[in-house]
């Protein structure tokens, strides 16, 4: 058994994105990902090999897709899946406290 809690050791301000590994199993990793004010570099997208379900615990982001021209903005609680594939960046996040990230890694095929 592990115990932990998804807030300890935020980052008062880090130059880059913190991301810790919370479990890894079989077909799924789930990591907690804090950031404050980054953003993705300019003309980088995210194309993953497996989907992505995310939740915004804290802090506020603004995710872009390749296939959408408005920004999606996130509050705390704000949660959605992306699938494999789908190309998107990070347009912003907070600059001023920490913007907490719980995301699942998982194969949507099982694989």
């Not at 932990?4 to 991301?19: C, H, R, S, T």
């Not at 199993?25 to 004010?37: K, N, Q, T």
């Not at 915004?56 to 296939?67: H, K, M």
């Not at 190309?87 to 406290?97: F, G, I, Q």
Request: proline share 7%; no cysteine; hydrophobic share 45%.
């Amino acid at each position: 058994m592990r115990l932990g809690n998804i807030f300890v050791d935020l980052p008062e301000k880090a130059e880059q994105e913190q991301f810790l590994p919370l479990l890894a199993a079989p077909g799924v990793r789930l990591e907690r990902i804090v950031s404050f004010g980054q953003a993705s570099p300019p003309g980088f997208w995210h194309d993953q090999e497996e989907a992505e379900w995310v939740i915004l615990l804290a802090g506020s982001a603004g995710l872009r897709f390749a296939d959408r021209d408005e920004v999606l903005t996130l509050a705390p609680g704000d949660y959605l899946e992306i699938p494999a594939h789908r190309r998107h960046r990070v347009e912003w996040t907070d600059a001023t406290l920490p913007t907490v990230w719980l995301a699942a890694y998982f194969r949507a095929d099982g694989a």
